[in-house]
């Protein structure tokens, strides 16, 4: 069984039927686009289909290396200055378990959990097959420090039959779910929400 099809069963098992409402944040915008194109397919209706600062595999050149995707996972954990030499997993879990990290309280295991998912993802996302959805997105873009100055939320019209309503989030990427900025995206999800529900 593919991990679609795996995310498909556990959906179905919370919820066996429609309408379906979707939200995720970086690669779980991806996922959330996937989940919400595969029901439709199975003439499911998915009414709410939101995105946080997430963005289809064509704007990616090619898929990271492994260093790439240590550095991003570091990066989303709050570690901006990382030097420039090699970084290797055992660098990772030495910083990630160090006292004063926010996972310092976690076995090794887990941590080498965490960074096994976070490049796994990386891969699972170079890999995706984007359909194309059938209704409205509403889509927040962290304006701060963009990774590229060419990711917009406009990136996901091909996929998407219907309109992309984008709004500006004044944050960084890794910041979108602190309180500040998802006090922000709250309200307009809420809002959003009401109008989608009859």
């Not at 996937?34 to 029901?39: G, N, R, V």
């Not at 499911?44 to 600062?53: A, K, N, S």
């Not at 993802?121 to 209704?135: F, M, N, T, W």
């Amino acid at each position: 069984m593919c991990i679609r099809d795996r995310y498909l069963e556990h959906i179905r098992r919370v919820q066996p039927r429609g309408p379906y409402y979707f939200l995720g944040w970086s690669f779980g915008g991806v996922v959330a686009h996937e989940m919400s194109t595969q029901l439709q397919a199975q003439g499911e209706e998915v009414r709410f289909l939101c995105m946080l600062d997430s963005y289809p595999k064509d704007v990616w050149d090619e898929l990271p290396t492994e260093e790439e995707a240590l550095k991003r996972l570091l990066y989303m954990a709050g570690y901006s200055e990382l030097g420039d030499g090699p970084l290797t997993r055992a660098d990772v879990l030495a910083i990630l378990s160090a006292e004063g990290s926010a996972l310092a309280n976690l076995e090794a295991h887990s941590i080498t959990a965490i960074i096994d998912n976070f490049a796994n993802c990386a891969v699972l996302e170079h890999q995706a097959d984007h359909d194309k959805y059938q209704g409205d997105v509403l889509f927040f873009t962290a304006t701060v420090n963009p990774a590229r100055s060419t990711l917009t939320a406009q990136t996901w019209q091909p996929y998407v039959d219907g309109t992309v309503h984008n709004h500006d989030i004044a944050c960084e990427h890794k910041d979108m779910t602190q309180r500040g900025p998802l006090a922000e995206i709250a309200a307009i999800v809420d809002q959003a929400l009401t109008e989608a529900t009859p």
